[in-house]
């Protein structure tokens, strides 16, 4: 008979475990964090779609517009407006002696696009993206056709001038007339045209041909990359998958008689 208050065997050496309470609050207040922080930056990539697929919008609307004469994206500049893709029209005279090159591709093919000096009637001067020639064709003379003389007037969209070098791209080689990004004071300066008389703006010209073929017009590329849903695809999926994870485990803690698969 055993003796009276005495413990067994088994509950002397394996005592009853009791869940630590402090330590479930801290995982289940880590788990809502998480899923806090996974909802969050679903809903933000949703907020970058919509704002991406405005600004796509407005783009297209923009390139549909008829063009607007040079005042207007002048205007826009001095009062701190975006001109992005705004058709502009301009007319003056080529300075072709002193066109400056963009290293580009075409098709896959290396090459440049060429960016000449308009002088406008009051004096000034704008650079215009004329288009894309292939490597081997970088000299004028091998493409005098294209070299237009007179009076001419192009049509095509407001750029940007860029405030400073992007990270990450070469510098530019002005001694052997390379630019690997815009830089439009550099293309001014090694013209020796004054910097107060070009307009602080590129017009990248649009798809008329030209004589002989060259440059090929029409280059600008609106790339504008959209994966935002996606992304937010992602972020709500893995918020499900924890809910999910979570309430297997809950499920499975309540029915350890329920079999495993």
Not at 147 to 157: A, H, M, P, S, Y
Request: glycine share 8%; net charge neutral; charged share 20%.
């Amino acid at each position: 008979m055993p003796v009276k208050g005495a413990f067994t065997v088994t509950e002397a050496a394996f005592p009853a475990r009791r869940p630590n309470f402090f330590l479930q609050i801290a995982k289940a207040l880590l788990l809502l964090v998480v899923f806090c922080i996974l909802l969050a930056l679903g809903t933000w990539q949703v907020q970058r779609l919509h704002w991406k697929e405005g600004l796509l919008a407005d783009i297209a609307e923009r390139q549909a517009t008829a063009p607007v004469p040079l005042s207007v994206i002048e205007t826009m500049v001095a009062s701190g407006g975006d001109i992005e893709y705004r058709v502009v029209t301009a007319t003056g005279h080529y300075l072709n002696d002193k066109e400056r090159h963009f290293f580009a591709t075409y098709d896959g093919d290396p090459g440049y696009h060429v960016y000449t000096p308009l002088q406008l009637a009051d004096g000034r001067y704008l650079f215009v993206n004329r288009g894309f020639v292939p490597d081997v064709d970088k000299a004028p003379e091998k493409r005098m056709q294209g070299q237009l003389t007179g009076e001419q007037t192009v049509i095509g969209l407001a750029r940007a001038k860029l405030a400073e070098h992007p990270s990450g791209m070469p510098d530019n080689d002005l001694a052997k007339d390379i630019f690997y990004w815009k830089d439009l004071d550099a293309m001014a300066s090694s013209d020796g045209l004054p910097k107060d008389k070009v307009l602080p703006f590129f017009v990248d010209a649009g798809k008329a041909p030209n004589p002989g073929g060259l440059p090929i017009g029409g280059v600008t590329i609106v790339d504008l990359p959209n994966s935002h849903l996606q992304y937010a695809v992602t972020w709500y999926g893995l918020a499900a998958a924890l809910v999910v994870i979570v309430a297997i485990s809950w499920w499975r803690k309540r029915h350890p008689e329920a079999p495993q698969q």
